[in-house]
């Protein structure tokens, strides 16, 4: 009955064991569901490798990796930093753009939060003296970011060459201004909190995890956020729907500013001392938390979910290495060959769902 | 045509690049329910009219007057606010979004979450594609899926339903055929006629004649920025058309 069904449409699929579905849903189906396992990638990265670590760290030295308080916590004081930059750039790659600065906006940011507190904790009291410094340090990060936003919006700078520029630029300024060596801190009120906890979870870990919170609610639920995925997806479009594009790509600019200038801020909370370098070597870091997180770097696609898998694959990879006592420069292989495979998979996925529009 | 008010006029318009003349002196009329083709060989003027119609360029001298009323517009989303609604060849759609979201792109609709936190309305723009998509005859079941998963037809009707969504009365469409296969340029034509229907003006360019034949009810023929001819076309053919266009 079946095989008869599907002749009287023309559908020409093999029967499926009574398996009756109109063919352009079924489809729609299959395609969503590989769509989905693409989405979930760094998910399941991530999933793999905790898997990976647990085992091997069961099998050779009878010990619990993951179900151990202390690497969850080590992991995750160790994510902050590329977390943050990460979530910044994820803004920024979806509009099809790259901030390079990011790295030294986070060196300069600390050294600039190491300073001021430094200044003002005789005047103002250690606790208020954090928080100036938290703002002002910030505040800084935000105008290299303008800077960028201005390049990138008004002047028509490519990003890749307008940010490598602001790289030098936040470089130089950073080192400048810390004399070029580490600022330290004198306020144990800002060690306390770059090293406290609350219920054993790290402040800075939990400061991050608000402020990730806050940027996915931005990225998905309001209009910056679908503006910001219009103008990745095709840029004319956004236009002529009256999307006031040099205004979005200014405050998109500044918004990764910012998150780099957090990053710092916590950098310097957690070390008590602010360096200009930072977060030179966190920049590729992030740009690969965000691939491997589902974004493509031709723009149009990414979320701050898969960002923070993204993230969390390198943080596992580099901490678990080290954990089950492995040369550390495997870290640079095992993060370069998951950045290839995620780009594979996000090709393959292109692929399908190209065959099928071209139907 | 002198019935009643016209929907859209143009009275003499005219206009010019530093030295170029790219309009000159062009009259035309589009009643409700009206389909008006424009016609013309490369560079005699169809952009720049459509262009002047929808607020990208301010004419040099003449007029627009919507349902009587002169028009002074300074930028397209003046137009649309007016419902002047341009169709892009390229057709302007983010792919990456949905239907609903496409439909809404730059006007998104908020709701409060939880009574306090500001978000979109995604379920107001599925809402509002599902319904806007009925009334253009086309049936999605995914409405949350990217329209880059709908065929050229299919996205082509997205565009068209969101100039219909937001009560468009003009709708301008360049070259809507051009990049589609033979049963997606039927789709479109049935688009048309739907838009007719109720009661929209259609402006509609094209260089292909079949397509033109098929649809409108009018004819405005432009050569070097001006006035070729005006049928109608129940009583003309191909060949004077075309005798128009090249100028004989």
């Avoid at chain 1, 499926?16 to 079924?26: E, L, N, Y």
């Avoid at chain 1, 308080?69 to 509009?95: E, H, K, M, R």
């Avoid at chain 1, 600065?101 to 003296?129: E, K």
Wanted: charged share 15%.
């Amino acid at each position: 009955m079946t095989t008869d069904a599907k002749t009287e449409t023309g559908q020409t699929t093999p029967p499926q064991g009574g398996h009756v579905s109109p063919p352009a849903d079924h489809a729609e189906t299959a395609k969503t569901t590989i769509q989905r396992i693409a989405d979930l990638r760094a998910w399941l990265f991530l999933a793999a490798l905790i898997i990976g670590f647990e085992l091997w760290s069961r099998l050779s030295f009878g010990g619990t990796f993951i179900f151990n308080p202390f690497n969850i916590t080590s992991i995750a004081v160790f994510a902050v930093a590329p977390l943050l930059l990460a979530t910044g750039q994820t803004f920024v790659i979806i509009t099809g753009g790259i901030d390079l600065s990011m790295g030294f906006i986070m060196g300069l940011a600390a050294v600039v939060a190491a300073h001021v507190i430094n200044w003002a904790t005789p005047g103002m009291g250690m606790p208020l003296a954090v928080l100036f410094g938290a703002l002002v340090a910030i505040g800084v990060a935000m105008i290299p970011g303008f800077i960028n936003g201005i390049l990138v919006s008004r002047l028509r700078v490519p990003p890749f060459i307008g940010t490598l520029g602001m790289f030098g630029v936040a470089r130089g300024v950073a080192f400048l201004l810390a004399g070029g060596t580490t600022v330290p801190v004198q306020n144990s009120f800002f060690a306390a909190l770059g090293n406290g906890r609350i219920w054993g979870i790290p402040w800075i870990v939990i400061i991050t995890a608000v402020f990730v919170l806050v940027m996915h609610y931005i990225l998905s639920q309001t209009r910056f956020g679908q503006h910001n995925y219009a103008i990745g997806a095709n840029e004319q479009a956004a236009r002529r729907a009256g999307i006031d594009i040099k205004a979005h790509l200014l405050k998109l600019y500044i918004l990764s500013g910012m998150c780099a200038g957090l990053a710092g801020f916590l950098y310097a909370a957690r070390f008590s001392a602010g360096a200009a370098q930072a977060g030179e070597p966190l920049l590729l870091d992030s740009v690969a938390a965000v691939v491997i997180g589902g974004a493509s770097l031709f723009g149009g696609s990414g979320t701050i979910l898969g960002t923070v898998a993204g993230a969390f694959v390198i943080a596992v990879i580099q901490y678990g290495l080290v954990f089950i006592n492995v040369e550390p420069f495997w870290q640079f292989i095992s993060v370069g060959v998951v950045i290839i495979i995620s780009v594979l998979i996000d090709q393959a996925q292109r692929r399908i769902s190209g065959g099928r529009q071209s139907e | 045509m002198s019935e009643a008010t016209p929907l859209l006029e143009v009275r003499n318009l005219s206009k010019s690049f530093g030295a170029v003349q790219a309009l000159c002196d062009l009259s035309m009329q589009v009643a409700a329910g009206e389909v008006v083709a424009l016609a013309g060989d490369n560079g005699a003027g169809k952009t720049t009219l459509i262009k002047a119609i929808s607020g990208v360029y301010r004419p040099s001298s003449g007029k627009v007057l919507l349902e009587g009323e002169e028009m002074n517009f300074s930028s397209p989303q003046e137009a649309r606010e007016r419902g002047i609604e341009t169709i892009y060849q390229d057709l302007a759609l983010a792919d990456n979004l949905s239907i609903g979201a496409n439909i809404f792109l730059g006007r998104e609709p908020m709701t409060k979450r939880w009574g306090f936190l500001p978000v979109m309305d995604r379920k107001k723009m599925a809402d509002a594609a599902r319904e806007t998509m009925a009334l253009l005859d086309f049936h999605v079941n995914r409405l949350d899926a990217p329209v880059s998963n709908f065929s050229g037809g299919q996205r082509q009707a997205v565009a068209i339903g969101r100039a219909v969504y937001w009560n468009a009365r003009i709708l301008i469409m360049d070259e809507p055929t051009a990049a589609l296969g033979v049963p997606e340029q039927r789709k479109v034509i049935s688009l048309i006629h739907q838009l007719k229907a109720q009661g929209r003006g259609v402006i509609f360019i094209s260089h292909n004649l079949q397509d033109i034949f098929a649809v409108s009810d009018r004819i405005v023929v432009l050569r070097r920025g001006v006035m070729a001819g005006e049928r109608r076309i129940a009583e003309t053919t191909h060949d004077e058309v075309v005798k128009l266009m090249v100028g004989g």
